[in-house]
């Protein structure tokens, strides 16, 4: 599931499902949660650095796994989705991002609750919630409009368009393109400037920068958890879902999407 590189003091965790371009499933979410949690408490590790295996840096979220908790055969995982954007959101060190292909979903949100984010020239990114017939998540209806500013972010989350490198650079959501074959050198050089400094002044650091912002991140984290409660399991979600295992575009056209009850 996943892959754990230390080199001196700077720790590479890449995601590894390579076949479903690193998609998370629970035993994913579970396995990236326990890493950061390690790395957390880790007293030789100053630095980590996210990365995909293969094609894509991650490709959001199981559909099949989303497809079996409307239909009620799922199991939760030890963490699942809420325990890892919560570590990554506690997460004491500086975390950087090396974006090496596709990010989609919790693949795109993750990276605004990075520090530092690179990415390939040729990587995408995507927020696909209202393709998905779903709402936000991670904190992004935070993270995103305080990143990328009100319009920027709202193209983002309401469009399900994809976003190049290089908007990913110019709207703020990523601080450096860097061409493929450099890319995780280019991330790598970064880290190492970090991890030559103090893990606890790092660590202090860090805190007084994102301190200010737990609560309202845990707080939006709630907020887009209960809109998403409410659309999961839709007649938009269900087609959507639909249209991905028959391979078609969904038609929203013919839903009956008036809201309902919460």
């Known amino acids: 599931m996943i892959q754990i590189n230390d080199q001196g003091r700077i720790r590479v965790i890449t995601l590894?499902?390579?076949?479903?371009?690193?998609?998370?499933?629970?035993?994913?979410?579970?396995?990236?949660?326990?890493?950061l949690i390690e790395?957390?408490?880790?007293?030789?590790?100053?630095?980590?650095?996210?990365?995909?295996?293969?094609?894509?840096?991650s490709s959001g979220a199981d559909l099949?796994?989303?497809?079996?908790?409307?239909?009620?055969?799922?199991?939760?995982?030890?963490?699942?989705f809420t325990g890892f954007v919560d570590h990554l959101i506690d997460f004491p060190k500086p975390l950087l991002c090396a974006v090496n292909g596709l990010a989609l979903g919790i693949g795109a949100?993750?990276?605004?609750?990075?520090?530092?984010?690179?990415?390939?020239?040729?990587?995408?990114?995507?927020?696909?919630?209202?393709?998905?017939?779903?709402?936000?998540?991670?904190?992004?209806?935070?993270?995103?409009?305080?990143?990328?500013?009100?319009?920027?972010?709202?193209?983002?989350?309401?469009?399900?368009?994809?976003?190049?490198?290089?908007?990913?650079?110019?709207?703020?959501?990523?601080?450096?393109e860097c061409a493929p074959d450099d890319l995780l050198t280019i991330t790598m050089q970064h880290a190492a400037v970090l991890a030559s400094k103090p893990i606890n002044s790092l660590v202090e650091c860090k805190r007084t920068i994102v301190e200010p912002l737990r609560a309202e991140l845990f707080e939006a984290r709630e907020r887009e958890n209960d809109a998403f409660k409410v659309l999961l399991?839709?007649?938009?979600?269900i087609e959507a879902l639909i249209a991905f295992a028959?391979?078609?575009?969904?038609?929203?056209?013919?839903?009956?999407?008036?809201?309902r009850p919460r």
Do not use: K
């Open 16 to 35: 590894d499902r390579p076949a479903a371009r690193n998609a998370f499933n629970e035993a994913l979410y579970d396995a990236a949660t326990d890493a």
């Open 109 to 176: 949100t993750m990276l605004a609750l990075a520090d530092l984010v690179f990415i390939s020239s040729d990587a995408r990114v995507r927020c696909p919630f209202t393709r998905l017939g779903v709402a936000p998540e991670a904190a992004s209806s935070v993270t995103f409009p305080r990143l990328l500013g009100r319009q920027n972010a709202t193209w983002a989350l309401l469009s399900s368009e994809w976003l190049s490198a290089i908007e990913c650079v110019q709207m703020g959501l990523a601080f450096r």
């Open 64 to 80: 099949t796994e989303m497809a079996q908790r409307n239909s009620g055969s799922f199991t939760n995982g030890r963490h699942g």
């Open 233 to 237: 399991g839709g007649p938009a979600n």
């Open 39 to 57: 790395a957390a408490s880790d007293p030789g590790t100053a630095v980590v650095v996210f990365t995909g295996a293969g094609q894509a840096f």
């Open 246 to 259: 028959e391979r078609r575009e969904p038609d929203f056209s013919q839903i009956d999407d008036s809201p």
